[in-house]
């Protein structure tokens, strides 16, 4: 190097084209990055969201977890509700992993029938009040649910414990690891085979392509004081490539019943034509 020499000794030739000329469209959309399969769902349901404002307006959300994993995919403009019957599922875990074959008859009935009844039984049976929330509370703890606080006849609420409120992400998080959980085969079993007043949402979803679906549904006065309904479910759904869990809810304009499960069914029909982009996992 000679100290002085001119700075564009080492510049381009003349002849050298300052800019190079664009790709061709179809080399270009080769080398772009690839869309993260959260964004494409998350875009896609804002969609189907919005068509659904036409026909069945109301709020509506979902959340997404691989099984085995604390991942959340949420979506849609409803984030928690009360848990209504849906927090049947780590009652009856709770009461069957004390008392066994015992309440077998009344985990049947209020997982597969919803029965307030026998699910009141098994609540009662841990020992109720605060015996019984800690009790609840030791599983949803156990399956990642790291929040929610479980409502008791303590609370003095309208119901209990369904009363509960129970956001969609941590729903879904127990859901994934419900799966994983000690001595859950028989609830998932159950969850597996629910009566005709739980066959919506995910419930029957995917069966031609091989899934299967686990489900407890819940429903109840979406505020204090109000007749309309909040509709959720809980689901964990097994493919040929591995496990996810839902968690969805839905409170329709107007407060229907059957509207608000006709929602859910329209969400069921979204995630079954995205089953195979559903990100999963496996204990």
Request: some cysteine; hydrophobic content about 40%; proline content about 7%.
């Amino acid at each position: 190097m000679v100290l002085g020499a001119s700075a564009t000794a080492n510049a381009s030739p003349s002849w050298w084209p300052r800019q190079l000329p664009p790709l061709p469209p179809q080399i270009a959309e080769l080398l772009e990055p690839p869309v993260p399969v959260e964004k494409k769902l998350i875009s896609s349901f804002t969609k189907l969201q919005k068509s659904m404002r036409k026909t069945l307006p109301g709020k509506v959300g979902l959340a997404i977890v691989p099984v085995g994993s604390d991942r959340v995919i949420t979506m849609g403009d409803l984030t928690t509700g009360r848990a209504w019957s849906t927090l049947k599922v780590p009652v009856s875990l709770a009461a069957e992993r004390r008392f066994g074959a015992a309440v077998a008859t009344e985990e049947d009935k209020a997982i597969t029938f919803s029965d307030n009844d026998a699910a009141g039984e098994l609540w009662g049976s841990l020992g109720g009040g605060q015996s019984s929330v800690d009790a609840v509370t030791d599983v949803l703890r156990e399956g990642h649910d790291l929040r929610t606080q479980v409502s008791s006849e303590a609370d003095d609420p309208p119901s209990y414990p369904g009363y509960t409120p129970w956001a969609l992400a941590d729903q879904a998080r127990f859901g994934a690891h419900l799966p994983c959980l000690p001595g859950s085969e028989h609830v998932i079993r159950l969850m597996s085979n629910v009566a005709s007043n739980q066959q919506w949402g995910v419930a029957t979803m995917g069966r031609k392509q091989g899934a299967v679906t686990a489900v407890k549904g819940g429903w109840g006065p979406a505020r204090s004081g109000s007749a309309g309904y909040l509709v959720r479910q809980l689901a964990v759904i097994t493919t040929l490539r591995g496990d996810v869990a839902v968690s969805m809810a839905a409170i329709p304009s107007g407060g229907s019943f059957s509207k608000g499960t006709r929602m859910l069914d329209k969400v069921g029909d979204w995630l079954e034509g995205h089953l195979a982009s559903l990100p999963v996992g496996r204990c």
